[in-house]
């Protein structure tokens, strides 16, 4: 009898924790509103986002195939990146793109006060202000982990809790994985995830050469199929 009931605590406290990162780690998840998934359904359009920049020679490259494809993306960018590579931050802005918040260290939230999440955000805040006069309204919490104290901390600074609805796992695929992978999850209103850097590591730790060399062909395939790029802006409420 105390055997079964023992299995039953543990199969209840197993549901319950899969629910629980559920809602704190699924992009899909509303559970911690208000957050922009996926834009409007209507019209086509779609928004590339980038995470974890700027990154040495990756964030260039990047750059340079938006400005030859005319598209517009937004980078979620690390503040402490942002300290390492405050030219890469201008280029972003002087070329029309726009610029989120995705903490300063690249902060797993999980567990961390309120406070802590605070200091991460309003740290980043202050940086990217510093070098292009702007403070972001779009935040993107790292790994697409949610905590308690999240939302009241964005909602105080006047600013959007972004995720997104397509992404080709760039983190974990080659070239042809990553396209592949993007293009199947395209739907209108769709937000991409890829990456222009990783973390807040060193530059020779990073590669991200898959994802650039994927860009092209994400590009091309997305409009061969009827979708065009939008700033991620015209997705966010207009009140």
């Not at 996926?38 to 928004?47: C, L």
């Not at 979620?76 to 726009?98: D, M, T, W, Y």
Request: net charge positive.
């Amino acid at each position: 009898m105390l055997l079964h009931i023992l299995e039953i605590i543990a199969a209840v406290a197993l549901a319950c924790g899969l629910w629980f990162w559920w809602a704190c780690s699924e992009p899909w998840s509303t559970f911690f509103r208000p957050v922009l998934i996926r834009g409007p359904r209507e019209g086509n359009r779609i928004a590339l986002t980038f995470d974890d920049g700027p990154a040495e020679k990756f964030t260039e490259q990047i750059l340079t195939i938006l400005r030859e494809h005319r598209v517009p993306a937004t980078f979620f960018v690390c503040g402490k990146n942002v300290e390492s590579h405050p030219e890469l931050l201008r280029r972003i802005v002087a070329e029309g793109h726009e610029v989120g918040n995705h903490t300063y260290s690249h902060l797993f939230l999980y567990f961390k006060s309120r406070q802590r999440m605070a200091e991460e955000i309003e740290r980043t805040q202050a940086i990217i202000e510093k070098v292009t006069g702007l403070r972001p309204a779009i935040f993107r919490p790292p790994y697409g982990a949610r905590w308690f104290g999240l939302v009241p901390t964005l909602l105080q600074r006047g600013m959007h809790m972004i995720l997104w609805s397509a992404t080709g796992y760039d983190w974990k695929k080659g070239t042809q994985g990553i396209v592949a992978a993007t293009l199947r999850e395209l739907k209108p209103g769709a937000v991409i995830l890829l990456h222009d850097g990783q973390n807040t590591r060193q530059p020779e730790e990073i590669d991200r050469s898959s994802t650039v060399a994927a860009l092209p062909a994400i590009i091309a395939g997305a409009r061969e199929r009827g979708y065009t790029f939008a700033p991620l802006r015209d997705f966010l409420p207009t009140s």
